[in-house]
């Protein structure tokens, strides 16, 4: 096995000081409350070895990674019917955007902008009978983790300061792609954003995605092999907004960012890598999270490509 402790300890130790240009993201009020100088780096491989370095095992708010963890349960229970409520197409806009709902009618364009999410969220509300209980439940079955819960206060501040979450949610339902209320969407939306994990909680959570014979704390599959390749293909296309296709020119993995600053990657029959820092590019992807895992498969030799 490659000695990754020792290439994740380097990459770290040469990024750890470099001028950081991006930012925190300040839209959500309490993410800017975060120390920006957090950076940590977790991965677990399939045969379950750990290498962290830095601050890997604090709590951050994980933000749009909870993406594909709403996916995966809306997927188990809504199956290949659930692509008719959103698709699976790049949409090169960023992350918040309402511009192609009017044309798409109200069909998100993929399940990781917020569009999307809000719709498979909605999904998973006619299915729950608690949605926010539920779903949190099946992310700590998922991780065997019982620890794992959501910020109250992350959750409060984005629904004080979600004006566009809330303008998208109402324009889906304009169009009749959102069933249920929507106060009652919206508010489980911000809560599923407001999970909290540490970098080696994230790399654990979405072992599914990289190893095929992966079970759940009670020893169920959690998606059939089919499935979980097309999360991970909708990953690499659609994880990083309108910088999916750099992300994929430059590390080549399908993965996901939030912009609480973390990023996780999955290489499918190897491993999960985790990376957290809080300043965020332009395009709302951790600035210093997208140079560490670019130098790591280059170093490693473990872009999928
Ligand atoms: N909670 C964030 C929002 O809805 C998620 C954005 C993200 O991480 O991409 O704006």
């Not at 969220?121 to 065997?144: G, M, Q, W």
């Not at 809080?278 to 951790?286: E, M, T």
């Given at each position: ?19 950081d ?77 309402l511009?192609?709902?009017?044309s ?59 004006y ?41 959570i ?15 599959r ?47 029959d ?11 590019n ?24």
């Amino acid at each position: 096995m490659k000695n990754y402790q020792k290439i994740i300890t380097k990459i770290y130790n040469d990024l750890k000081n470099i001028d950081d240009t991006g930012k925190i993201a300040n839209y959500i009020p309490e993410l800017a409350n975060v120390d920006d100088t957090n950076f940590g780096i977790h991965i677990t491989t399939i045969d379950r070895n750990f290498f962290g370095i830095g601050d890997s095992k604090k709590k951050f708010s994980i933000q749009s990674i909870s993406k594909i963890l709403t996916l995966t349960l809306a997927y188990q229970l809504e199956g290949e019917k659930l692509w008719k409520r959103v698709d699976v197409e790049p949409s090169g806009n960023p992350f918040n955007s309402l511009l192609q709902l009017e044309s798409d009618l109200g069909i998100p364009r993929n399940p990781f902008i917020n569009a999307g999410a809000i719709v498979v969220c909605d999904v998973l509300i006619s299915h729950l009978k608690n949605p926010k209980e539920d779903f949190l439940n099946f992310c700590r079955i998922l991780s065997k983790n019982p620890d794992l819960n959501y910020s109250e206060k992350v959750a409060q501040s984005e629904k004080s300061s979600g004006y566009r979450n809330i303008a998208l949610c109402n324009f889906i339902k304009s169009f009749g792609n959102i069933k249920n209320d929507i106060d009652v969407v919206l508010d489980f939306y911000f809560y599923t954003c407001a999970l909290e994990m540490t970098c080696k909680e994230v790399s654990e959570i979405f072992l599914f995605l990289a190893d095929d014979n992966f079970t759940n704390q009670e020893g169920n599959r959690v998606l059939t092999m089919s499935q979980a390749k097309r999360i991970n293909a909708i990953l690499l296309t659609c994880g990083f907004y309108d910088e999916s296709g750099e992300f994929a020119f430059r590390v080549g993995l399908p993965g996901k960012s939030g912009v609480g600053g973390g990023i996780v990657a999955i290489h499918p029959d190897e491993f999960c890598i985790t990376v957290w820092s809080p300043k965020l590019n332009k395009k709302g992807n951790s600035y210093k999270g997208m140079l560490f895992l670019e130098q790591f498969t280059t170093e490693t030799e473990s872009s999928i490509f």
